[in-house]
């Protein structure tokens, strides 16, 4: 996976709630895992931008309702420093399923993604309304 060149800061973390933002039929899911993450027992993971996470879809359409899905951070609450001093921000925590090969599973998202997400995930930056 390719490394991120701005110092994400993380802004959520197991147990919290995001919105999907993309058509895939759910719409509220639960982050319950992060991928590739190995550290401290008893340690509570936290994700940011551009992390892949495993999550529990809790509303949305009945089919998609108590599946478990990969997914991948597209926008935080919390700010993020970008290198050239900019502080990035966004008004919800919102996430994008994703299948084994980090293809999105949706067709479309309703609203913009982070730079970061784009340069480490492309095919979600293709179908994303705006990059910002």
Request: with cysteine; proline share 4%; hydrophobic share 45%.
């Amino acid at each position: 996976m390719k490394g991120l060149g701005t110092r994400v800061s993380k802004g959520l973390q197991v147990g919290s709630f995001a919105t999907c933002d993309d058509n895939s039929g759910a719409k509220i899911v639960q982050i319950i895992g992060v991928l590739g993450w190995h550290t401290r027992r008893g340690r509570v993971p936290k994700v940011g931008i551009g992390d892949a996470v495993i999550v529990a879809v809790k509303k949305g359409v009945p089919a998609m309702k108590k599946k478990v899905e990969k997914a991948v951070v597209i926008r935080q609450r919390k700010e993020v420093r970008r290198p050239n001093g900019m502080r990035l921000m966004f008004e919800d925590n919102a996430v994008v399923l994703i299948d084994d090969m980090g293809l999105p599973k949706g067709t479309e998202i309703k609203g913009a993604i982070a730079r970061e997400v784009a340069e480490r995930y492309p095919k979600v930056a293709g179908i994303a309304a705006a990059v910002v």
